[in-house]
């Protein structure tokens, strides 16, 4: 089948969408919060016709998939991709993670049995941890997280309108090109998911700390950020992975926003493309 649901070991069904040859090398692609698989159509379509196998899923509590009130953190995020991996037999992989996909690629990458994973591309990345702490005094306050928090309970339907209309896709900068089909689609995925998920997963992207993670992936990876990131700032993200990955490469593009894969998928295709190829 074309799209599916695997069933976790909690008894918690995730959501695939699994497209093109079987014997052909996947792509696996992992989601930002709050929305789904449906955010990589674009890249899937192009993936699929240079002949990938191409693959990506609802994050439990998130899209189609189960909306569970337990598990929303990213070891059971990665662990559910895990599980997924096993089911749909994928050796040699490539994983793309947007966002809190990121972390999630960082955690399954770093454990991920052999043979598994060829590469793993960060694509404005929350690794390695978001949070202002002792640690990471760059980072951003828990205030900045507690209001998304707020801002979800008292009105999640108006929350995710404000979000992707500002800072996701930039287009509150001046002279932005506002495409309104980006925010009623962003509106659409979240909306899909569930509240209460949604709401631990704010924990999970800010507070979980990558650090580990990046040390210990081997294969090679590819860093992609927007230098107009508003969501996750280049400058506590990219920058300080780049410097924890064993092999790894970075790129950034100036006035990109954190959204840029679906704002500019003809410069972002070919630069992923390019790097699953090399």
Not at 141 to 168: E, H, Y
């Amino acid at each position: 089948m074309s799209n599916d649901f695997i069933t976790t070991q909690d008894g918690t069904r995730i959501f695939y969408k699994d497209w093109g040859p079987k014997n052909a090398q996947p792509i696996v692609f992992h989601h930002g919060w709050p929305l789904s698989a449906d955010d990589w159509d674009n890249q899937m379509l192009f993936f699929l016709s240079h002949g990938y196998r191409v693959i990506a899923h609802d994050r439990r509590g998130h899209g189609r998939s189960d909306q569970t009130d337990t598990g929303n953190e990213m070891n059971t995020y990665a662990a559910d991709v895990a599980e997924l991996a096993r089911v749909l037999d994928l050796k040699n992989a490539v994983h793309i993670g947007h966002s809190t996909g990121g972390g999630e690629v960082a955690r399954y990458v770093a454990r991920a049995e052999t043979g598994r994973v060829a590469k793993a591309v960060l694509m404005g990345a929350v690794p390695p941890i978001m949070l202002k702490t002792p640690a990471n005094p760059e980072g951003l306050p828990m205030s900045v997280f507690d209001g998304f928090r707020t801002a979800l309970a008292n009105n999640r339907a108006q929350f995710f309108i404000d979000v992707p209309s500002g800072p996701f896709y930039g287009f509150n900068r001046p002279g932005a090109n506002v495409i309104q089909g980006l925010i009623d689609n962003w509106w659409r995925q979240g909306m899909a998911g569930g509240a209460k998920a949604q709401y631990d997963c704010i924990a999970a992207f800010s507070e979980t700390d990558f650090t580990d993670d990046l040390k210990a992936i081997t294969v090679p990876v590819l860093v992609m950020h927007g230098e107009d990131d508003q969501v996750v700032p280049i400058g506590d993200s990219a920058h300080k992975a780049i410097k924890l990955l064993k092999q790894g490469t970075l790129k950034t593009y100036p006035g990109l926003s954190h959204g840029m894969f679906a704002t500019h998928p003809d410069t972002i295709n070919p630069d992923l493309l390019a790097f699953i190829r090399a």
